[in-house]
């Protein structure tokens, strides 16, 4: 009984989190109508698709209040970037190909190697932190400044490509309304004042329904975490790493998909990267930052509850998985073996995570 009640709160708490990601990226989608391509991925998706681990990191280092709080939330980002620069990119990629019927994929190397440098940046700097022992307003100050100059880069890079054309876009046309949800239908015709089109109004409208949905969903999720980790008598590290990790990598993945089946491959493949980047550096970063202003410093190895070197041996394993990762998609074309091969990166990296 207690492991079905346990499914049921962490299958709505992903439904909440899957419905209202959608609805958020049709806001998004006109927010962001006007930029190039290769920039709407890493910025506009990217901090849409983080907002569940930036709420889920901040929920479990405010309730818990220690380490052992900042280990819970620091495992849903580890658990989400990796499953983002492997599992996503690969789901994106066949997508591709089945509506190209192509075997293999161009992409942009400036795309590459720019969020590359910055994910591994952001993985490096974060273990050295781990290596050192404490964390402190330097550290988090550092974290959100990589991502300040990631943007700016971003910006100044890849702003030399035609931009869409102004459109209307509808809430529901025909088709939409057949593939919705009865969720989808009540959220969206709660904006029926706007006659069902999106505008400027009804998008931040949109977005912020859409943000209070998956806070709801988030904090669900955290508690259904925190209860099977003691039920099963499981470190909250590992419970985090698979369950949050997962549920929190929904809006990523279903913004690549969406912008694999409009061709958009860079945004498709940028907005993976462009997570972890905002994962690491904000979604770590802000809730530690207000955290360390109200209670002081963490140090990590302050208590016997758990155990410090998973924070390095994590970290180890997602920057190697990430530098792989990063190579294959910079030589030659992706192609269908290679997008094989990097799935078995994140099986290996899941094996020696056990």
């Not at 904090?219 to 039920?231: G, W």
Request: net charge neutral; hydrophobic share 55%; glycine share 4%.
């Amino acid at each position: 009984m207690i492991y079905f009640l346990f499914l049921i709160k962490f299958s709505f708490s992903i439904y909440i989190i899957w419905v209202s990601s959608k609805n958020f990226d049709i806001a998004a989608s006109y927010i962001s109508r006007n930029l190039p391509d290769g920039i709407k991925g890493p910025t506009i998706n990217a901090v849409a698709s983080s907002f569940p681990e930036l709420i889920i990191s901040s929920l479990f280092l405010f309730y818990y209040s220690d380490v052992v709080g900042f280990s819970a939330g620091y495992a849903t980002i580890v658990g989400s970037a990796a499953f983002n620069i492997t599992v996503i990119p690969v789901i994106a990629s066949w997508i591709y190909f089945k509506n190209n019927s192509s075997n293999n994929i161009s992409i942009n190397k400036t795309v590459i190697i720019q969020d590359s440098l910055f994910n591994l940046l952001s993985i490096l700097f974060l273990g050295f932190t781990f290596f050192i022992g404490i964390i402190s307003l330097i550290t988090c100050i550092v974290l959100m400044l990589i991502y300040v100059f990631y943007i700016y880069f971003v910006f100044k890079n890849r702003n030399q490509h035609q931009v869409s054309q102004n459109k209307d876009f509808d809430f529901f046309n025909e088709s939409e309304i057949h593939q919705s949800t009865s969720l989808d239908i009540i959220q969206l015709r709660l904006f029926s004042i706007f006659k069902n089109k999106v505008d400027n109004s009804s998008s931040v409208i949109v977005l912020i329904s859409s943000i209070f949905l998956i806070a709801v969903a988030c904090h669900l999720l955290t508690v259904t975490c925190e209860d099977l980790s003691s039920i099963l008598g499981v470190d909250l590290f590992f419970i985090s790493f698979f369950i949050a990790a997962i549920a929190s990598s929904i809006p990523d993945t279903f913004l690549s998909i969406y912008d694999a089946r409009n061709n958009k491959i860079d945004d498709a493949f940028s907005n993976a990267f462009g997570s972890n980047i905002f994962d690491i550096c904000i979604g770590l970063g802000l809730p530690l930052f207000i955290y360390i202003l109200l209670n002081g410093n963490i140090v990590i190895n302050q208590t016997s509850a758990f155990n410090p070197f998973l924070l390095i041996k994590s970290i180890s394993l997602l920057f190697l998985l990430s530098i792989c990762s990063s190579l294959i998609f910079y030589f030659g074309r992706f192609s269908k073996l290679k997008s094989v091969l990097i799935f078995i990166f994140y099986l290996v990296f899941i094996y020696f995570m056990l």
